[in-house]
């Protein structure tokens, strides 16, 4: 009974294993076209790896079977026997089959992938447009370093098959021994191509054609590590130290070019942004922070000393330029003439980034000399004043006045590329000046001819010769704000003389006189109610003195026809009293005892009734 339910439990676990064993081999050969190899494996190793596992899997039962004497007898143990030894011959076929390939391969390519330069171009030269044998050129940048992966890979397989037990072939054994120094060669390498590709990087392209013969220096350096080192060769290290020496050398010459370049961009910078006369070089009131009233005279002053202040600083900074460029000079070409061909290039570079910079400076001067003359938070920072000259209002300064100054200053501004002469074609040297006539300045060729063409500088100088033309011409601001103070121009007319001296002639009502006397005193009242002060733009008109004078010259005529209307109506009342006395006499003296006294009487009454309805035209 025991032994019968041994022998059933023997049964149901063969034929669990063979089942098992089913499902191994059927997984073995679903998957040893593309073997599931474990983590960081290489493929072939990692394919035997596998395939043992499988085996391993599937022969650890058999060695159990074994410890049980007639087990693997049975019927069943022999099927489960014999479908081991077919799977295990399987496995050992195909590790056998792997391991040969491999073999074969790494004895074929190792010696060929060691005899390859040890640096090589990123982007290949196409096969069809390489030089022919023995004529080498230099691939195009960029450039890495040629340890194939196929070496790597090499070095991996030998180092896994190892330790799975398998021989390894003398050739991969000696490139797998060579790893360490291989990985610090690769190191080394890239470290220094890193280094050449940042220093690359860094040369602007106009530099490139200052450093032609530093940089081919530099590529026959390299070119060993294209031809003839290989990674069997014995020389890397040193080509690995010549390099870095190379690089060193090559470092320091871009580094002192660039150092120059630096300095020169400085001073181009400093001419690009600076503002030759700006709103903060007004002197302002320290409590209200407005700008300080001054002449027009002393504002063309004060723009013309900060514009030759600042220009005379550029102009020092300018002329640093030529030492920096022969530094520069010195390095690339070991000469010091200020005219080397091999910079001429160079010289046109920086000309032209002079030039654009000059144009900025002189543009936006113009700009910001515009914006300053009409802004409230400049303007008005000059002063003016009306004044009267008999029956004219003049203002002082006179609108030609106004008119040159500002225009000076313009062309000051303007004018400021003189500052910066050109140099000779070819080199960093300064034109000098030009002598074209006894009585003339020596002309000096500079960036104002080119300046005074560029097309934004010359709106801008149209526009404020505009803008002071529409402020000073006779139809312009200050011509207006004059001509609003002709409204009193008739009290300095003559015919009001005449007509005054008529109405001595010729005595006029009350109610004319009071016209008269109230006009002229509205007239007085309306000049004092004015604005003592005025802005047009950035000048301040002071009318002070014209309000006062009209306000004078009204109620000088005020007082004019108040003495003539008094004048008259003395006479007038003189006479009338003189009359009045009489008539009293007349009736107070006369006796009427008699008819025709009565009638005298009464005929000096009639006259008096006569005379009654003229006096109120005397009040």
Sequence with gaps: MINRQFTTLYDEVMEQ????????????????????????????????AWARDLYHRAKKPILKFKQHEGLLETPEGLEAKRKYLIFARAVDAYITSLYEAWEKTTLERATDLLKQPILAAVHPVPQNTRKPPGKFRMPPLPYKVNFVPELALIIKEAKYLDRLGFAIPETALQIALQEDKFHAYVRDLSLKLSQYDALISRIAPVESDLLTRQVAILQRTLRSGFTPLNWNSQRVPAFIEAVQRALNEFSGVVSQIQKSAAMISGVVDAIHSTVLFQPADLKRDSRTKKPLLIDVGQFHETVEATRTARLNDLSQQYKSIEPLLKKVEEVVASTASSASPLLANYYRYWEKRLCNAIVVMVSTSLSVFREMLTHPDCAPFCRASCLLGGRDVV????????????????????????????WKRGTCLECPPIDVGEDEEPFVFSYHQDVSKNPHVIKLK??????????????GALQQYKASWEVYDGLWDETSQRELDKISEEPRGVVYFDAKLETYAGLASDALSRDRTTDVDFLRIDCSDVAKGVASQSLSWRDRYGKVLRDVSFEKM????????????DIDGTQCNSIETLMFVL??????????PAVPSLH
Aim: aromatic share 10%.
């Design 17 to 48: 294993y063979l089942k098992e064993l089913s499902q191994i081999h059927a997984l073995f050969d679903t998957h040893k076209a593309k073997p599931l190899i474990y983590e960081n494996y290489p493929p072939t190793a990692g394919a035997i």
């Design 395 to 422: 203002v002082t300064p006179t609108a030609a006045d106004v008119n040159k100054y500002v225009t000076k200053c313009i062309r000051g501004l303007s004018d400021a590329a003189k500052t910066f002469p050109r």
């Design 462 to 475: 149209d526009d404020l010769t505009s803008y002071v033309k529409r402020l000073t011409d006779e139809e």
């Design 574 to 585: 003189t006479a009338l009293v003189d009359s009045w006395d009489a008539w009293r006499r």
């Design 603 to 612: 005929n000096t009454i009639a006259k008096v009734r006569s005379r009654r």
